[in-house]
């Protein structure tokens, strides 16, 4: 059985860095599928972050983007979420999960995410 | 930026039927995906690629397409179905990912 465990800090000051680590267990990141992240405020919808596979091609959120590094690393079978220059808006439950992502037929896709962590809760303040 | 519409909320009674509906311009090119969240839990997939349901979902769950719009239904709605539902799909070119804003089911 596939499971993912999110670890990180729960408090990052505004401005700084939010680090988050993805822990795999169950599955091999180097057998294949892409991994992301994905955030929701307290009380509010889903937002993706971003996507990477194994061999390091990653897919950010526009909105995110210049603040947003997906790394991964596959001998300690986990991947890891950085966003820089923080504010309270950045302030969320922070998922991660297994993705599905396959060309179909021209550019139609399979892109879903099939396993996800249990969540951890990140509040930006001083 | 491209955007999935969904209605805030649908409210049924036990045993009746509730429609979840989700729009988008490239709903006609690209799949949609459902997920089930109930408070304090992480999402789970309940539909995918329209209307496949993954093994465990109850068959009560079904999911249909139609031009920009997919929806959700749950037939005989129970109390368990009680959550908050998103739907997710990719943009034309199936590089991002989008999710509706999402639909709160409330069983009366």
């Known amino acids: 059985q596939v499971q993912l465990q999110e670890s990180g800090p729960g408090l990052v000051k505004p401005s700084e860095t939010l680090s988050l680590t993805c822990a795999v267990s169950?599955?091999?990141?180097?057998?294949?599928?892409?991994w992301g992240w994905i955030r929701q405020p307290p009380g509010k919808g889903l937002e993706w972050i971003g996507s990477?596979?194994?061999?390091?091609?990653?897919y950010y959120n526009p909105s995110l983007k210049s603040r947003v590094t997906i790394s991964v690393d596959t001998s300690k079978n986990q991947f890891s979420l950085k966003l820089s220059s923080v504010t309270a808006a950045d302030t969320a439950v922070y998922y991660c999960?297994?993705?599905?992502?396959?060309?179909?037929?021209?550019?139609?896709?399979?892109?879903?995410?099939?396993?996800w962590g249990q969540g951890t809760l990140v509040t930006v303040s001083s | 930026s491209y955007e999935l519409t969904q209605p805030p909320s649908v409210s049924v009674s036990p045993g009746q039927t509730a429609r979840i509906t989700c729009s988008g311009d490239?709903?006609?090119?690209?799949?949609a995906y459902w997920y089930q969240q109930k408070p304090g839990q992480a999402p789970v997939l309940v539909m995918y690629?329209?209307?496949e349901r993954p093994s465990g979902i109850p068959e009560r769950f079904s999911g249909s397409s139609s031009g920009t719009t997919v929806t959700l239904t749950i037939s005989g709605v129970q109390a368990e179905d009680e959550a908050d539902y998103y739907c997710?799909?990719?943009?034309?070119?199936?590089?991002?990912?989008?999710f509706g804003g999402g639909t709160k089911l409330t069983v009366l």
């Open positions: 690629k329209d209307s």
């Open positions: 997710q799909s990719a943009d034309s070119s199936g590089t991002y990912v989008v």
């Open positions: 999960a297994r993705i599905r992502r396959d060309y179909v037929w021209g550019t139609t896709m399979e892109y879903y995410f099939d396993y």
């Open positions: 169950g599955y091999s990141i180097s057998s294949g599928y892409y």
């Open positions: 990477i596979y194994h061999s390091g091609s990653t």
């Open positions: 490239a709903l006609p090119k690209q799949y």
